[in-house]
């Protein structure tokens, strides 16, 4: 079984939504190996990785500043390149239908022999390891242990790896320059693995004026693990999802993100445990689908409007 690292995880997850996880199974040597194989792909020349561009299904790789987390704050995308891999859906399952769906898109073997194989297996023992976490959220919240291991939620999930490399360059908050902009994520859990740089950052009041961020420590071999979004939905607010975001400090950064949802048709709602007379649901019931495709659309409108803007200024001073 997983451990967090001081025994206090459940105080960590009610304050911050960010907590150690150790002893959590995955093998050290081979959390080197996923390191290792992701900085070959990173160092590939970029026609050779511009052939893996992101699809439709969010497969494949994702350019320097293709992301704008905080298009309120951020003058351009994230310094930051990543390549997304899912579970693997043959083009003729009918799940390939769905939307986050379908095939993965692969280097070719000629060029990384072993970094499928590589990537597939962590993407199943990392899946392992959400499943653990996930039983301790639910005994916190007074469930049954097996309460998210049901088909419609992590017994068939929306699950996806995001290899993660930062430029060596340093971030300059006050000019709208970051690592990865301010955000919290869509979904149930991510684990995040890190290399020992620095970056990551989280403001645990985002409704503080100013704003105080605070770093998160890397820890070698562990897992950091973030509540997201959904999670503070079927929670009722009991667990937060925190804004965080990358500074870079002049270091490349190398991290491996696992973005954990539940299966497309699971309805969020309010936990029977988070709720009571005095304190009724706060959000009303969502499918999974519904609430990731809606998530989805808001941040590309926001990309959308980012667009134009740079477009407007370009043609206004050239």
Same mark, same amino acid.
Request: aromatic share 12%.
């Given at each position: 079984m997983a451990n967090s690292s001081n025994?206090? =995880?459940?105080?960590?997850?009610?304050?911050? &939504?960010?907590?150690?996880?150790?002893?959590?199974?995955?093998?050290? @040597?081979?959390?080197?190996?996923?390191?290792s194989q992701s900085k070959k792909f990173f160092s590939l020349p970029m026609e050779e990785k511009m052939k893996l561009l992101r699809n439709e299904k969010n497969?494949?790789?994702t350019p320097v500043f293709d992301e704008h987390l905080d298009p309120v704050n951020q003058i351009h995308g =994230?310094?930051?390149?990543?390549?997304?891999? &899912?579970?693997?859906?043959?083009?003729?399952?009918?799940?390939?239908? @769905?939307p986050f769906c379908g095939p993965n898109k692969w280097p070719c073997a000629d060029i990384l022999p072993t970094w499928r194989e590589t990537m597939e297996k962590y993407h199943e023992e990392a899946l392992e390891v959400a499943r653990k976490v996930s039983r301790l959220i639910a005994l916190a919240l007074e469930l049954n242990f097996d309460y998210f291991d049901h088909p419609e939620m992590l017994g068939k999930p929306i699950a996806t790896l995001r290899l993660l490399h930062y430029e060596d360059r340093t971030s300059e908050p006050d000019k709208g320059i970051f690592g990865a902009g301010a955000h919290s994520d869509f979904g149930l859990i991510t684990l995040l693995a890190t290399d020992d740089i620095v970056g990551l950052q989280i403001?645990?009041?985002?409704?503080?004026?100013?704003?105080?961020?605070?770093?998160?420590?890397?820890l070698k071999g562990a897992f950091i693990v973030n509540l997201g979004d959904m999670l503070e939905r079927w929670s009722n607010d009991i667990y937060r999802s925190t804004l965080h975001r990358v500074l870079g400090n002049g270091q490349e950064r190398y991290s491996i993100a696992y973005f954990v949802e539940p299966n497309h048709d699971c309805?969020?709602?309010?936990?029977?445990?988070?709720?009571?007379?005095?304190n009724p649901p706060k959000?009303?019931?969502?499918?999974?689908q519904d609430y990731l495709?809606?998530?989805?659309k808001l941040e590309y409108e926001a990309d959308t409007m980012l667009t134009f803007r740079l477009t407007y200024w370009i043609q206004l001073f050239w």
């Amino acid at each position: 079984m997983a451990n967090s690292s001081n025994g206090n =995880d459940q105080q960590a997850s009610l304050d911050s &939504g960010f907590f150690y996880v150790i002893n959590h199974g995955i093998d050290k @040597k081979f959390m080197d190996e996923v390191f290792s194989q992701s900085k070959k792909f990173f160092s590939l020349p970029m026609e050779e990785k511009m052939k893996l561009l992101r699809n439709e299904k969010n497969r494949g790789y994702t350019p320097v500043f293709d992301e704008h987390l905080d298009p309120v704050n951020q003058i351009h995308g =994230d310094y930051k390149e990543g390549y997304y891999i &899912g579970i693997e859906v043959p083009e003729d399952d009918s799940d390939s239908q @769905k939307p986050f769906c379908g095939p993965n898109k692969w280097p070719c073997a000629d060029i990384l022999p072993t970094w499928r194989e590589t990537m597939e297996k962590y993407h199943e023992e990392a899946l392992e390891v959400a499943r653990k976490v996930s039983r301790l959220i639910a005994l916190a919240l007074e469930l049954n242990f097996d309460y998210f291991d049901h088909p419609e939620m992590l017994g068939k999930p929306i699950a996806t790896l995001r290899l993660l490399h930062y430029e060596d360059r340093t971030s300059e908050p006050d000019k709208g320059i970051f690592g990865a902009g301010a955000h919290s994520d869509f979904g149930l859990i991510t684990l995040l693995a890190t290399d020992d740089i620095v970056g990551l950052q989280i403001c645990k009041n985002r409704d503080a004026k100013p704003q105080v961020w605070e770093y998160v420590p890397p820890l070698k071999g562990a897992f950091i693990v973030n509540l997201g979004d959904m999670l503070e939905r079927w929670s009722n607010d009991i667990y937060r999802s925190t804004l965080h975001r990358v500074l870079g400090n002049g270091q490349e950064r190398y991290s491996i993100a696992y973005f954990v949802e539940p299966n497309h048709d699971c309805v969020v709602e309010c936990l029977p445990t988070c709720q009571s007379e005095k304190n009724p649901p706060k959000f009303p019931p969502i499918k999974c689908q519904d609430y990731l495709l809606q998530s989805v659309k808001l941040e590309y409108e926001a990309d959308t409007m980012l667009t134009f803007r740079l477009t407007y200024w370009i043609q206004l001073f050239w």
